[in-house]
T-cell receptor, first 112, second 114 residues
Framework: QQQVKQSPQSLIVQKGGISIINCAYENTAFDYFPWYQQFPGKGPALLIAIRPDVSEKKEGRFTISFNKSAKQFSLHIMDSQPGDSATYFCAASMHATNKLIFGTGTLLAVQP | GAVVSQHPSRVICKSGTSVKIECRSLDFQATTMFWYRQFPKQSLMLMATSNEGSKATYEQGVEKDKFLINHASLTLSTLTVTSAHPEDSSFYIC??????????FGQGTRLTVV
């Protein structure tokens, strides 16, 4: 019940295209859903996060869509660029513990 | 944004020795710090949670006598890998929180035990 399932494992997108990564969770106590970007040899960096009281959040080229009833959320990267090539992790936490449970990660490659 | 500094970024040590990794919050007070371990091409696995002035809470399966965590101040937490062995080689990452849900990550430490 503590798992966060992420797909796809890897993704290849052409420059200018839309990258879509999906995550699903079981624990309805989760109330914070961030997405992280990680480059090789570096720590994760927070991209964007959402709480379950909204269905969508947009920051620049990054959008989170959240479906509370389906217990799913996704990251959309618009106008994908080669510099976006990295590993992306979704995560979930609950206010009671603030412990982040990470998805398995998606390796994104944006081809020029 | 908030900055978390982790040191060293890379360390190589001999089998049987101990290694200390530092995690500092540079511009905020971190009431809670988290330590993660990441194997190549895998996700981050939470090892333990530490609150300033309290004993760390370890996740199931993590040996607390091998991975000693100290959170002595609101800006510093340390992870000591004791009697390190090659299987402890990994990427260790800390994160820090000021009490809210948002956590800020350090740049990670690549530990190689030879």
């Amino acid at each position: 019940q503590q798992q966060v399932k992420q797909s796809p494992q890897s993704l290849i997108v052409q420059k200018g295209g839309i990258s879509i990564i999906n995550c699903a969770y079981e624990n309805t106590a989760f109330d914070y859903f961030p997405w992280y970007q990680q480059f090789p040899g570096k720590g994760p960096a927070l991209l964007i996060a959402i709480r379950p009281d909204v269905s969508e959040k947009k920051e620049g080229r990054f959008t989170i869509s959240f479906n509370k009833s389906a217990k799913q959320f996704s990251l959309h990267i618009m106008d994908s660029q080669p510099g976006d090539s990295a590993t992306y992790f979704c995560a979930a936490s609950m206010h009671a513990t603030n412990k982040l449970i990470f998805g398995t990660g998606t390796l994104l490659a944006v081809q020029p | 944004g908030a900055v978390v500094s982790q040191h060293p970024s890379r360390v190589i040590c001999k089998s049987g020795t101990s290694v200390k990794i530092e995690c500092r919050s540079l511009d905020f007070q971190a009431t809670t710090m988290f330590w993660y371990r990441q194997f190549p091409k895998q996700s981050l696995m939470l090892m333990a949670t530490s609150n300033e002035g309290s004993k760390a809470t370890y996740e199931q399966g993590v040996e607390k006598d091998k991975f000693l965590i100290n959170h002595a101040s609101l800006t510093l937490s340390t992870l000591t890998v004791t009697s390190a062995h090659p299987e402890d080689s990994s990427f260790y990452i800390c994160s820090a929180s000021a009490g809210g849900t948002e956590a800020f990550f350090g740049q990670g430490t690549r530990l190689t035990v030879v």
